[in-house]
């Protein structure tokens, strides 16, 4: 198993360019995360998605959107990238089997400048 | 006010000493607990969950709770230079899947 893979790894974007960060599981788990994690803020939960078809706002979603694809993929998208959206970004997914124990991602590290 | 709260650290044990690595949280509710750790540039891994009050032992590690004060905690025992990372700690409500997290910990093992 690959367990939770995002792609790109690494991205440079300028100010108002779009872009999308993509997120597979292969661990046939329900709920899927993002996150974002600046120095000194430690993780923050963007938006999650409890099960395919289901998508909801975290802490911090103003600036981003999602898609769940299908059980396997959720993407989350940069409409309009600013300065402040420069950060890591970690995909995670849940194994619902009673303890909520989450996979993270690789993580893609986002510089806009 | 964050509403799981961590010492960001450094923590700085010798070789072999014990770490204890503390987390309160605000929300009541919480029923469980996790413990990450992150090492420089990599994501989150888990090494210990725990919802139930006292003390849970996986090797060097103990996980202790206590939900009256609101309190969790880490103990490493026999600490290693490989352990120095960042410890994050986690709660989640029962019935959400959603985890919030402190800003970590961050400690460092010297030879």
């Known amino acids: 198993n690959a367990g939770v893979t995002q792609t790109p790894k690494f991205q440079v974007l300028k100010t108002g360019q779009s872009m999308t960060l993509q997120c597979a599981q292969d661990?046939?788990?329900?709920?899927m995360y993002w996150y974002r994690q600046d120095p000194g803020m430690g993780l923050r939960l963007i938006y999650y998605?409890?099960?395919?078809?289901?998508?909801d706002k975290g802490e911090v979603p103003n600036g981003y959107n999602v898609s769940r694809l299908n059980k396997r993929e959720f993407s989350l998208r940069l409409e309009s990238a600013a300065p402040s959206q420069t950060s890591v970004y970690f995909c995670?997914?849940?194994?619902?089997?009673?303890?909520?124990?989450?996979?993270f991602g690789p993580g893609t590290r986002l510089t806009v400048t | 006010q964050k509403e799981v709260e961590q010492n960001s650290g450094p923590l700085s044990v010798p070789e072999g000493a014990i770490a204890s690595l503390n987390c309160t949280y605000s929300?009541?509710?919480?029923?469980?607990f996790f413990w990450y750790r992150q090492y420089s540039g990599k994501s989150p891994e888990l090494i210990m969950f725990?919802?139930?009050?006292g003390d849970k032992e996986d090797g060097r590690f103990t996980a202790q709770l206590n939900k009256a004060s609101q309190y969790v905690s880490l103990l490493i025992r026999d600490s290693q230079p490989s352990d120095s990372a960042t410890y994050l700690c986690?709660?989640?409500?029962?019935?959400?899947?959603?985890?919030?997290f402190g800003t970590g910990t961050r400690l460092l093992v010297s030879p």
């Open positions: 986690a709660a989640s409500n029962t019935g959400f899947q959603k985890l919030v």
């Open positions: 929300d009541r509710g919480s029923q469980s």
């Open positions: 725990i919802y139930s009050n």
């Open positions: 998605s409890a099960s395919e078809g289901t998508t």
């Open positions: 995670a997914s849940v194994n619902t089997g009673g303890v909520y124990e989450q996979y």
């Open positions: 661990m046939n788990h329900n709920s």
